[in-house]
Structure formats: structure tokens, C-alpha cells
């Protein structure tokens, strides 16, 4: 059967987004929507754009060689981007294709206005709206002119923005093809938006309207600012009204032009709020139908609203599921967790399982419900204490709900006895206490990797979901969980005391500086021996420099020096490559895994340290935290009470430095034996993949662990739930996480309650003293890291894969952080001024510019362009 060139509105739905782009395919479906006047039209399909294409076979050229370039490449993609779309304007269209156009023109009418818009197969979805990228026409008369304009959409598919959010968006320009929508025009009274949820706040059950007089390109265009409306349960609770001057009309003959509005009329409402609210009511009818808060573009005509189009509003981040209608308010655990990454549902169900407390996936991301401890005063006071000295921006946020109106409300407590989350009785102050839960670690892991060796089939899986209880009691042990504790409460107690007595900011900071045990600091040096053992080889510097491929280890044998580093690198990986970035995610790349991703940390190293570095940093740091500890000692001991105060201030700072280090064992721990979990299943998806039934053995990190407990059983796999979830990933990537989230989906905001800091500073939170100034490097990669000495590292997050990094870096700024979060550890233990939580961090500060980080006051002066 002939593809068609023109399906009418009234014959198109949602399912045919490939024959009428994302456009077409929504003002189909609205035209099913009981109650929704959508002006008649019809959709030139995507067969038309492809016979187009066929007619000029030079583009396939052009697009190869546009396919190579990327978005720094910007004078190449105009170049090209511009070649291809006057090839496509120029193109006759084939008389077949015409008569197709016309016949349809015929039927609606040949000399009345038309608006004709573009309408491409990857717009409008509710992964990715793509507003704007392709043009739009309004008040086209006339066949020929209507077919000069089809023309012209599809040469839009190539302009330099459309060609621009492809790259960015990482979408093939050959995957996507490009309908016209051919629609009657409307010439309404007023015009504008109507988002069915609140863009700002996400909130759902708040609808925004926007509206202006005349067509909505005054609006569209920036021509105008618009009256806002703001309208919750049926009714307007805000309004905007300004003098709107000027407005677009159509002309008799084509086109449209500004026109000035009477001053008498230019501050009157453009709605009224009974409009307004009738508004929203189609538009809530609209998100019913298309099960997703919508984006709608609205015309006034006669009284009546007409939709010209509704697209799914693609920003919101996605809502946890509950299981009732109550209020629910949720906390994010990657910021606590430093990784606020998208997540695969492998990784997901596995931080599941591993977890005691409940958790609630949305986007790709885990949330708690603290609904019912924000109820408790008890629980209350503990939780907001708590996340409110690990991120101020959560413990602001969570108090920011409380005193509303309609905030979560007050319950009586469960009874006498310890709160939830409260630590048990202190222990004593020994170091044999931290020697023994890593030595039980340690021997738990080696009988699992023995166990699972030789393991395959379900007995495997069973094997390791009985595993994760194993996992679940060493990571919370009461011991561990006491020994955790003991150093964070000694930090808590020096930096209160000490401020209280001393006037001293963030004392432990430097108190805590190599402190014995940190598995993540040690690892960070530990590449410095690295660098000392491949520095006297020129030869293998060379071959590291143009490394390419994660095979390079076996090839460095060959060159002179190349055992001695190979066989230095590999030990290091022996004892950290099950580490990586994003490691509470089981799926992410290991280092072990990857190893090219630590080249450029390891070359910098070897460029920008002497031999024995490691040692003397160690040596150098400890004596800092010795020398900072007789100072504040003798400072002390001249108070009033002075000698009981000391005793009290030298208890606390060894309980600090004896288990201060610990704090990141755990972590590492867990990491260590995700690895031997993950390495295991990689080894059942590869005998699934040699049996036909995955199609590549990483598909399995798009299965939730008891799903692919039953692919290993009935080796069956339901190949287009991964490919959902594949590109459900792919749109939570482009997501950022909230660090708090109600049930009706608004994002709380936190801030900092600060005063004394400098105008235009970037506030955050002090995590490490001291100030530094350096040249920032905004990385959000790490295998992209080529520190110099003196840099300052500028990043989203840093969990312990980043530690090599910090060997060079002379300062930290993180998007995300709290106090006892991994990067805020290692950089106290690093002596690096530091700065967590400073919001867009990434955004707000250029790669290369110059900026001054206060660790001590936790704020970021940007002092160059």
C-alpha cells in the first residue's frame, strides 16, 4: 500500500508520531478530546519529506560530514546546516506531491489563511518537547504560497538551532524526519499559554495561563509581556496585569504585522478570571487524556478557546509513587549520597535491597519519605538537626514546609524511648575497634568471591540476593554504625566548643588531616607511588599520553619500563578498581573496568609531583593536624577552667582521629562487593547473549534484579520493556533531581540564612577552612580531569572515585554536599579549602575563570570573566 502525503487532522492520533511528527500526531488526538475545538487541517506526512529528500541525493553527503562535526564545531554546522537547507528550499516539488497539497486545500478552502508549522518525529514527547527548533507560519494564502512554505518547514529541520539541540541531545539528523501541520487560521482576541502544571515549581495541581492580545507570536516572540495567571483547585489565587502595548495581527493578504493598542485597553486584563478558570478546566481535560501535565498554546476566538497545540511539558521531574492520596514529602538520597545521577533499575533495585529504610524511585533517582518523622516533634527536631547540618538547603527546605498553612501536620509521638535514627551509647576510644570490623569486612568479602567463582544459572542470583543480608549486617553493624558515629560527633563537638570558646571556625577541619584508616585519602596517594613508578620511564609517559583504548595495559610490556608500570597500576587497581564514579550504581563503569579513565588524573600527577610526594603530603598533613592540636590546646588550657576544658578538648580530638577515618569505610566496603556481585552477572548476561536471549549482555542493568532473576530461570526477556526503559534513561538524564519533593510534585527550595557574605558571592557550605584563589576547572567528567597544580576543582558532585583528583586540586566547589559527605571527608583530610551545596555551581562559573574559595566562611567570589 502507497504511503500517504496527507492525512487530515480528524484521521491522525497519538500512535503516529513516525507519519506526522510529534506535532501532527497531538493535534490529532486533541481532536478525540470530548469538549476541544482544534481549527481544521491536515498534516503533510513524513513520506512527503522523505520523496523531497530523494530528489536532492547530495544531502546524504552533507549529512556524513555533519554527523562528524560536534556543537564546538560552530562555524562548520552553519556552513553545512545552511548548504542543506537551501538545497531543500530549492527543490521542485514533484507534481504528484503538489496535487496531493492542493486537493487538500481544495476541500477546506483555497483562498482562505493557513498557518503551516513544522512538525518533526522527535518533537512534542514526553521525552523531549524540541519547542521551537523547527519554524512556523502564520497567515499563508494561496496554494503556491502554502507549497513555498511546506517547502520552507522542511528546510527548517536544518537550521543551525535545530541542527544544534540534535547534537546536544545526542539524536541522529538522519533518525529524524519532518511533517507540516497545515492548519485554518484563527484570528482571536487574545492568545497565549496555558501550562496545566507550575513551571517554576513544579507543583501539579497549579496551573500557569499566559495571555496577550491579538495572535500569540506577540508572545511567542518576546513582543509583549504577558498578563500571568496562577489558578489551584478552581480558582485564580494570582495575577499579573500589565500594560500589554502592542500586539500581532493578520493582514488581509498574508503575513501579519505589530500593531499599537489603545492606551485605554493596553492594562486591561486580557482574560477574565471566569475565562481563566474555564481555561484550565479544558486544560485539565487535556492532561487527563494524555496522562501528563501539558504545555498548551490557546486562542480566544468569539468567546470560545480554540487549542492550536499541546505538547507535554518534558521538565518536570517525575513524581515517587505512594500508596495512598495522602500529602507526602520526600528527600533526595543522592545528595546525601554525593551522586545525583540517573540511576538504571539494576542499580536502582540493588540500593534497594542493600538499604533499610523504604525508598521511592522517580526519574531514575531514590527518594525517602520523611512524611511521618516530619510529623513527630520528637522525630522532627532529630531529622531537621540532622540534614540540617549534612545540607542546610534540605533542613531550610523541610522547615520551609512546615510552616505552611497546609504543611505536614503534628502528631503525637510513637511513646517513650529512642527516637529513629538515633545513634546507641558511645564506645571507647580504641583503635583495635576500627582494626576489627575492617578485618570482619574483609574476610566476609574473600568467602563470597570464593563462593561465587564458580557459580552460574539461578543458583547464582540466589546466591547473591542471600548475600545482600550479608552486605546489609556489616554495613549496619551497631559496632560499625557507633565507630561512624563517634567521629562525626567529635566534629560536631570540636567545631561547636571550640567556636564557643575560641571564637575558632571549623577546627576539625584541620585536626583531621591524616587520620589513620581512610581507605579513600590512602587511595589518592597510593597513585602517587603510581606516578613515582612510571615518571623515569620518558617512553611509557609517551604511550600514556595517547592512550585511546581501555586495552593499554597489556601493550605496555613491550616498552622500556612498561612491566615496572603496568604491574604498578594493576596493583593499584587490585586494591581500588572497584571504584569509579557514580559507584553506588552497580552499573556504571569500574576502573578496573575502564581503565583509561584514569590516565589523564595519572598523568598530571607524574607531571606535577616530585618522587616521594605521597609520603611527605602524609607526613606534612599529619604534622599540621599536631601542630593545630597543641595550639588549640594551649589557647584553651588559658580559659577559665581551662585545664578541665583541655582534657575534654584532647579526648574528643583523638576520638576524632581514631575513627574520623572509618567514616568511609563502609562505602568501600559496599563498593567492593557490588563488584564481585556485578562481575558475576556480567558473566550470566554473557551466557544469555551466547544463547540468543539478550541482544547484549549489558542489557541487564535495564532489569530490576528480581527481573532478571526470572530471564536467568525461564531465559525469556521481554526485549521491549528494556528498550522503555532505555529511553526512559535517557530523559531522566537530562532531569536534575530536587533535593526535596512533595507529593504533588513541587520542588521545595532551600536557602542559606546567612548574613556578611559579598555581593554577587555564590553561597555554600563551609565543609574544609582556609581560602584559596586559583583558576577554576568546571569538569563534569572525571576522565576529562587534566588539573594543574593550583586549580581549583568546580564540579556537579564528587563521591571517592574523584579522591586522585584532589591530590592536585588547591581547592573544591561541589553542586551537591553536606558536611559528612565523601568529598567534604577527603578534602578536610587533603587540607583543601572547600565549598559544597553552592547551587548551578557548573553553570555559574566558567572553566577558567578565576575565583577565590572561602572554606572557612563557605562562599565563592568569581573575580575574572
Known amino acids: 500500500m502507497t504511503e500517504p502525503y496527507v492525512r487530515s487532522l480528524h484521521e491522525i492520533d497519538r500512535t503516529q508520531v513516525a507519519l506526522v511528527g510529534g506535532k501532527g500526531a497531538n493535534l490529532g488526538e486533541l481532536c478525540r478530546v470530548e469538549g476541544i475545538r482544534v481549527p481544521v487541517g491536515f498534516c503533510v506526512t513524513t513520506h512527503a519529506y522523505r520523496r523531497i529528500m530523494a530528489e536532492a541525493p547530495s544531502i546524504d553527503d552533507r549529512l556524513t560530514e555533519l554527523s562528524r562535526l560536534t556543537t564546538d564545531d560552530r562555524e562548520a554546522v552553519r556552513t553545512i546546516s545552511a548548504e542543506i537547507r537551501r538545497t531543500i528550499e530549492g527543490v521542485t516539488v514533484p507534481d504528484d506531491l503538489a496535487a496531493a497539497i492542493t486537493h487538500a486545500l481544495a476541500q477546506l478552502g483555497e483562498h482562505v489563511a493557513y498557518a503551516v508549522r513544522s512538525s518533526a518525529t522527535a518533537e512534542d514527547t514526553p521525552t523531549a518537547s524540541f519547542a521551537g527548533q523547527q519554524d512556523t507560519y502564520l497567515n499563508v494564502v494561496g496554494p503556491a504560497s502554502i507549497l513555498d512554505h511546506v517547502r520552507r518547514c522542511w528546510g527548517s529541520l536544518f537550521t543551525e538551532r535545530a541542527v544544534t539541540y540534535r547534537q546536544r541531545s545526542g539524536i541522529d539528523h538522519r533518525t529524524v524526519q519532518l511533517a507540516v501541520v497545515v492548519q485554518q487560521m484563527v484570528f482571536p482576541e487574545a492568545a497565549g499559554v496555558l501550562f496545566t502544571a507550575d513551571p517554576v515549581t513544579s507543583h501539579r495541581r497549579t496551573a500557569v495561563v499566559e495571555a496577550s492580545f491579538g495572535l500569540g507570536e506577540a508572545l511567542v516572540s518576546g513582543l509583549v509581556n504577558p498578563d500571568v495567571f496562577t489558578v489551584r483547585d478552581g480558582a485564580v489565587i494570582a495575577r499579573t496585569v500589565v500594560a500589554k502595548q502592542r500586539a500581532v495581527h493578520a493582514l488581509p493578504d498574508g503575513g501579519t504585522r505589530d500593531v499599537v493598542i489603545a492606551p485605554e485597553r493596553q492594562e486591561r486584563p486580557a482574560l477574565t478570571d471566569a475565562q481563566v478558570v474555564r481555561l484550565v478546566q479544558l486544560g485539565r481535560r487535556i492532561e487527563a487524556h494524555f496522562d501528563h501535565p501539558q504545555d498548551i498554546e490557546w486562542c480566544l476566538v468569539d468567546g470560545d478557546f480554540q487549542i492550536v497545540q499541546s505538547r507535554p511539558i518534558t521538565t518536570l521531574f517525575p513524581i515517587p509513587e505512594a500508596d495512598d492520596q495522602e500529602k507526602h514529602v520526600y528527600v533526595s538520597v543522592g545528595h546525601q549520597q554525593m551522586m545525583t545521577d540517573a540511576m538504571k533499575p539494576l542499580g536502582l533495585s540493588l540500593w534497594q535491597l542493600t538499604t533499610p529504610a523504604p525508598m521511592r524511585e522517580a526519574g531514575g533517582r531514590l527518594f525517602v519519605d520523611v512524611t511521618a518523622m516530619l510529623a513527630s516533634p520528637t522525630r522532627r527536631a532529630k531529622l531537621l538537626d540532622t540534614l540540617g547540618r549534612s545540607d542546610p538547603l534540605i533542613g531550610d527546605a523541610l522547615r520551609t514546609v512546615l510552616e505552611r498553612d497546609d504543611g505536614v501536620p503534628s502528631l503525637p509521638d510513637d511513646g517513650p524511648g529512642t527516637p529513629a535514627g538515633e545513634a546507641p551509647a558511645p564506645i571507647e576510644t580504641d583503635p583495635a575497634i576500627v582494626a576489627e570490623l575492617v578485618a570482619r569486612s574483609q574476610a566476609s568479602l574473600a568467602a563470597l568471591e570464593a563462593t561465587t567463582r564458580t557459580m552460574s544459572g539461578p543458583a547464582l542470583l540466589d546466591t547473591i540476593r542471600a548475600d545482600i543480608a550479608e552486605l546489609r549486617r556489616i554495613l549496619f553493624d551497631p559496632l560499625s554504625h557507633q565507630a561512624v558515629m563517634a567521629g562525626i560527633e567529635a566534629t560536631w563537638w570540636l567545631n561547636d566548643h571550640l567556636r564557643a570558646w575560641l571564637g575558632e571556625k571549623n577546627p576539625a577541619d584541620t585536626l583531621t588531616q591524616s587520620a589513620p584508616h581512610n581507605v579513600t585519602s590512602e587511595m589518592g596517594l597510593a597513585l602517587l607511588d603510581v606516578a613515582d613508578a612510571i615518571r623515569p620511564y620518558p617512553e611509557v609517559v609517551a604511550f600514556l599520553e595517547q592512550v585511546e583504548d581501555d586495552g593499554f595495559l597489556d601493550d605496555l610490556p613491550r616498552l622500556r619500563g612498561g612491566r615496572e608500570a603496568r604491574d604498578a597500576i594493576r596493583a593499584w587497581l587490585d586494591r581500588y578498581g572497584m571504584r569509579g564514579v557514580g559507584e553506588i550504581d552497580i552499573t556504571r563503569p569500574r576502573w578496573s573496568e575502564r581503565p583509561r579513565m584514569l590516565v589523564p588524573t595519572l598523568l598530571t600527577t607524574i607531571r606535577s609531583f616530585e618522587p616521594g610526594a605521597g609520603q611527605r603530603l602524609f607526613a606534612q598533613r599529619r604534622q599540621e593536624a599536631w601542630t593545630k592540636e597543641q595550639e588549640l590546646l594551649t589557647r584553651v588550657r588559658a580559659l577559665p577552667d581551662g585545664e578541665r576544658k583541655a582534657d575534654e578538648t584532647k579526648r574528643m580530638i583523638d576520638r576524632l ?98 548574613d556578611g557574605v559579598p555581593a554577587g558571592a555564590l553561597i555554600g557550605l563551609p565543609v574544609s577552612a582556609g581560602t584559596v584563589e586559583g583558576r577554576a576547572r568546571v569538569l563534569l567528567d572525571m576522565a576529562q580531569a587534566d588539573l594543574e597544580p593550583g586549580d581549583i576543582l568546580v564540579t556537579a558532585y564528587t563521591d571517592p572515585s574523584w579522591t586522585p583528583v584532589f591530590v592536585t586540586a588547591s581547592g573544591l566547589v561541589t553542586e551537591a554536599g553536606g558536611m559528612m559527605t565523601h568529598g567534604a571527608v577527603i578534602a578536610r583530610e587533603y587540607g583543601l579549602p572547600a565549598v559544597v551545596g553552592v547551587v548551578n555551581a557548573t553553570r555559574l562559573i566558567s572553566d577558567g575563570q578565576r575565583i577565590r574559595v572561602h572554606g572557612t566562611d563557605g562562599y565563592v567570589e568569581i573575580l575574572s570573566d
Open 657 to 754: 582521629r581514631t575513627f574520623i577515618g572509618y567514616r568511609e569505610y563502609p562505602k568501600y566496603h559496599m563498593v567492593s562487593r557490588y563488584f564481585v556481585y556485578k562481575r558475576a552477572l556480567l558473566g550470566e548476561a554473557e551466557r544469555l547473549v551466547q544463547a540468543a536471549v539478550l541482544r547484549d549482555r549489558e542489557d541487564i542493568f535495564y532489569l530490576r534484579f528480581d527481573e532478571l532473576h526470572d530471564v536467568v530461570r525461564t531465559h525469556h526477556v521481554d526485549n521491549q520493556l528494556i528498550q522503555r526503559r532505555k529511553d526512559e534513561f535517557r530523559s531522566y538524564q537530562a532531569l536534575t533531581p530536587p533535593r526535596v519533593l512533595t507529593s504533588e510534585g513541587e520542588v521545595i527550595v532551600g536557602a542559606y540564612r546567612r
